[in-house]
């Protein structure tokens, strides 16, 4: 069974500051990460993916991968209060790179 | 572009009806994903296809639930008979077999059985 762990929050942080949302994974042939955020009553929506370790940047957002440690994270730089949602995180395998393994999300809410 | 569009995008039924749910995938994505959501169980995979063909159903819960794709740009996934325990927001996602693998996400079915 692949666990996907996350950290159920809620997170909370004031407008301006940054969002550390974290996800660590149990099987180490894990090959692709991807972050998505789900506002209330809506469908998941691809922020970022990253396939090797290191950083990778996208305005705001920052993803972070460390397979030795079996983690990924998300940074959110100068979070706003639209940032507020629960954030999921995805893994796949090396022998399946189609099937995603999603952790059960993390709810972050940025105070004004 | 037009994104996955899913229909209905609300469905209330009875126990014991038959509910069909439908997905149009993003077009020239050849993997579809259904997905169903719910506060106690998180995100489900329930079956995948890749190229029409199924790959995995190993999510689907029960004989009661069955998914077709007949062809690249349209799949059901069918409940027969509903149950209360049913009740869930079914997503239908697509993506590509090669490349990113990243999956797209449709705006869902909410389905509610009384």
């Known amino acids: 069974q692949k666990e996907v762990e996350q950290n159920s929050g809620p997170l909370s942080v004031p407008e301006g500051a940054i969002a550390s949302l974290n996800c660590t994974y149990s099987d180490r042939g894990s090959q692709s990460f991807f972050w998505y955020r789900q506002y209330s009553g809506k469908s998941p929506e691809l922020i970022m993916s990253i396939y090797s370790n290191g950083d990778k940047e996208d305005g705001r957002f920052t993803a972070q991968l460390n397979k030795a440690s079996q983690y990924v994270s998300l940074l959110i730089r100068d979070s706003q209060p639209s940032d507020s949602a629960t954030y999921l995180c995805a893994v796949t395998v090396i022998y399946n790179f189609n099937k995603f393994y999603f952790g059960s999300g993390t709810k972050l809410n940025v105070k004004p | 572009d037009a994104g996955v569009i899913q229909s209905p995008r609300h469905e209330v039924t009875e126990m014991g009806q038959e509910v069909t749910l439908r997905c149009k995938p993003i077009?020239?994505?050849?993997?579809l994903f259904w997905y169903r959501q719910t506060m106690m169980r998180g995100l489900e995979l329930l079956i995948y296809?890749?190229?029409?063909?199924?790959?995995?159903d190993s999510g689907m819960p029960e004989d009661r639930f069955s998914a077709k794709m007949p062809n690249a740009s349209f799949s059901t996934l069918k409940i027969q008979p509903s149950e209360p325990r049913d009740s869930a927001v079914y997503f239908c996602a697509s993506g590509l077999t090669q490349g990113s693998y990243e999956q797209y996400f449709g705006p869902g079915t909410r389905l509610t059985v009384t």
């Open positions: 077009s020239g994505h050849n993997s």
């Open positions: 296809f890749n190229n029409n063909v199924p790959i995995d």
